[in-house]
């Protein structure tokens, strides 16, 4: 278990429209940043630790990243996968970095701002937490572990668009008995709307689309389509914490987006819709302690 800060190194897939340069001054000391280029950018004057140029999909070109600086990886403990439509404020940076010197998860990510484009309702933040363990991670801006990393590069050139990798990473998860976490007290902006950046409309005209790329990446690894991704447990985010289980974790969940429902009332209705789904069935503390992965939590809860 992690004691000290963790070496992150936060790689951004980036084009010419990328925001990375609003936020890059807030990773001083806390992450080293690469970029890694998809089209003809400069960035010989950006203040990051790499540079790399890989045009195709987001996880192809980490992979070609990873291949080109193979190092990096005995090198850090966490790699944060950033697309460059996202912002990132200091303050998320600076408790995701707090988080992950107390929670060792293999992977993570940070919760989306009220005011986000989304796909998945369960990456909304939720204030009531300081995070939630779930099965999910969206590939948008996931935080792997050095291990997590090894196990999931596997599947990197599966496919141009990322489309199917979060099944795949549930699965992995669950190898372990380890659960995701959903940093709710650490939230970043999505910008674009779902499938408006550049990384889509690059994508090779003889390729396959999107949801073709998901379908095949679940044939491959025997994946099911259907499986039900959902908060499990979490942390509360007032002190002292406290870990939330069952009928607490649903009545905390439904306080957390109160505040939504002033700010944006139709994704408000988005979340509310999926998290009433994904409630049930609860899974009971019994089964939970069973897990390394509550376990772990506990041990730091209690602590």
């Known amino acids: 278990m992690l004691q000290t800060m963790p070496q992150i190194l936060l790689i951004v897939r980036a084009g010419r429209k990328s925001i990375h340069r609003s936020w890059l001054w807030t990773t001083n000391g806390l992450a080293d940043v690469a970029l890694s280029i998809y089209d003809d950018s400069d960035v010989s004057e950006d203040d990051v630790k790499f540079i790399h140029h890989a045009r195709g999909g987001k996880f192809p070109g980490l992979m070609a990243f990873f291949d080109a600086f193979p190092q990096v990886i005995e090198s850090y403990d966490y790699f944060w996968l950033f697309e460059d439509d996202l912002v990132l404020p200091f303050e998320s940076l600076q408790q995701t970095v707090n988080i992950l010197s107390r929670f060792p998860f293999d992977l993570s990510a940070p919760s989306l701002t009220y005011y986000s484009f989304f796909t998945w309702p369960i990456a909304v933040r939720n204030s009531q937490f300081l995070f939630r363990c779930t099965n999910f991670v969206e590939v948008m801006a996931p935080i792997m572990s050095r291990t997590f ?7 990197f050139n599966d496919n141009f668009s990322g489309w199917g990798h979060e099944w795949l990473w549930s699965r992995l998860l669950a190898e372990t008995q380890s659960f995701a976490a959903i940093l ?4 970043i902006t999505h910008t674009r709307p779902f ?4 990384l889509y409309k690059n994508r090779p005209p003889e390729g396959w689309t999107p949801k073709e790329d998901m379908e095949r990446m679940l044939a491959k690894y025997g994946l099911d389509k259907n499986v039900q991704f959902r908060n ?15 009928n607490e974790l649903l009545q905390h969940a439904l306080t957390g987006y109160a505040d939504m429902q002033v700010l944006r009332n139709d994704n408000f209705a988005r979340c509310m819709e999926a998290l009433i789904k994904g409630a049930r069935p609860v899974t009971p503390l019994a089964d939970l302690q069973k897990t390394s992965g509550f376990r772990m939590v ?3 809860v209690n602590a």
């Not at 709710?184 to 939230?187: I, L, T, V, Y």
């Not at 499938?195 to 550049?198: D, L």
């Not at 499990?232 to 069952?246: K, W, Y």
């Open 149 to 155: 990393l090894r196990r999931a590069m596997v599947a």
């Open 184 to 187: 709710d007290s650490a939230p």
């Open 195 to 198: 499938g408006g950046g550049p």
């Open 232 to 246: 499990f447990f979490a942390v509360s985010s007032n002190e002292p914490h406290r870990i939330l289980v069952q």
């Open 298 to 300: 506990q041990t730091v």
